[in-house]
């Protein structure tokens, strides 16, 4: 019997390792695969925790009953500040926004150009800080510099794609660097108490603000702001409209970048 057991152990020392080290490379290829992926898109422009807190209104909410329940997410009376996506109506220019957004500190700017009937792209732009004595003349400076790194993002994004994508993106790029600024301000991502920010809310300019629960971090929040077009519920937005010519450019008679048709 003791004969038997030491072949037994002998031939199990020997079997082969080529199956275990088979699967070892299979999971190194698809981590390799899925980071590679990840490099060539770039990272996602917001959070994709599960524990993020959406600011805006869920797909297909109705609009109505999104707007309704705003004022009921508002911190509580002398709670600390908060983070909060402030929507606009009427789309302003950087420097109009950073007028509005007194008594809050403003921390991500939301840029959509408005191209009638054409899915354009939200991007999504840290305000980085300005070096000055003054924070409130350097405010309209913060939003400058975000919308030029928005501009250069669409146009990497026009040079890359073909098509209508690349036309989307050119147009887009185009606006965001035409003279006078673009009315593109679509919402801005803003810290505030509850003082400021039902001014805020109060303001015509203003269609929504959203607030976070108390103590949730800047970086814990995903935003998906209303969208002009959407009156009714908060669907995707038509795509069958034509792409004109980049502003200022040959053949333009398409759209202005502000807004404002022919």
């Known amino acids: 019997m003791a004969e038997l057991h ?8 020997r079997r082969p390792l080529w199956p ?7 999971v190194l290829l698809a981590v390799a695969w899925v980071a590679g992926r990840q490099s060539l898109q770039g990272a996602p ?3 994709t925790s599960l524990d993020a807190i959406r600011l805006g209104p869920d797909p297909g909410e109705p609009v109505e009953g999104y707007l309704a329940g705003l004022p009921a997410r508002l911190p509580p009376a002398g709670a600390p500040a908060v983070p909060a996506l402030v929507q606009f109506g009427a789309l302003p220019d950087g420097v109009a926004a950073a007028r509005l957004l007194t008594g809050v500190t403003p921390a991500t700017a939301v840029f959509r ?3 009638p009937r054409v ?3 939200l991007r999504f732009q840290p305000l980085p800080p300005v070096d000055a004595p003054d924070p409130v003349a350097a405010a309209p400076r913060r939003f400058t510099l975000a919308q030029q ?3 250069r993002d669409a146009s990497v994004q026009a040079s ?3 098509g209508r994508p690349a036309s989307v993106a050119g147009y887009e790029a185009a606006a965001l660097a035409a003279e006078p600024p673009c009315r593109c301000m679509l919402a801005v991502l803003v810290v505030g108490d509850r003082p400021a920010l039902t001014r805020l809310a109060g303001l015509p300019e203003v269609r929504a603000v959203d607030a976070a629960p108390e103590g949730t971090p800047v970086t814990g929040v995903a935003l998906a702001p209303l969208l002009p077009e959407q009156t ?5 937005a038509p795509d069958d409209g034509p792409v004109p010519a980049a502003p200022g450019g040959p053949g333009n008679r398409g759209a202005n970048p502000n807004g404002t048709g022919r």
């Not at 030491?6 to 020392?13: A, L, N």
């Not at 275990?20 to 299979?26: E, F, S």
């Open 160 to 162: 890359r794609l073909t």
């Open 113 to 115: 150009v408005p191209l």
């Open 232 to 236: 009714q519920v908060a669907g995707p």
């Open 45 to 47: 422009d917001q959070p």
């Open 6 to 13: 030491t072949d037994s152990t002998e031939r199990s020392s």
């Open 149 to 151: 790194a928005a501009q």
């Open 20 to 26: 275990a080290l088979l699967c070892v490379l299979l």
């Open 119 to 121: 899915q354009t792209a």
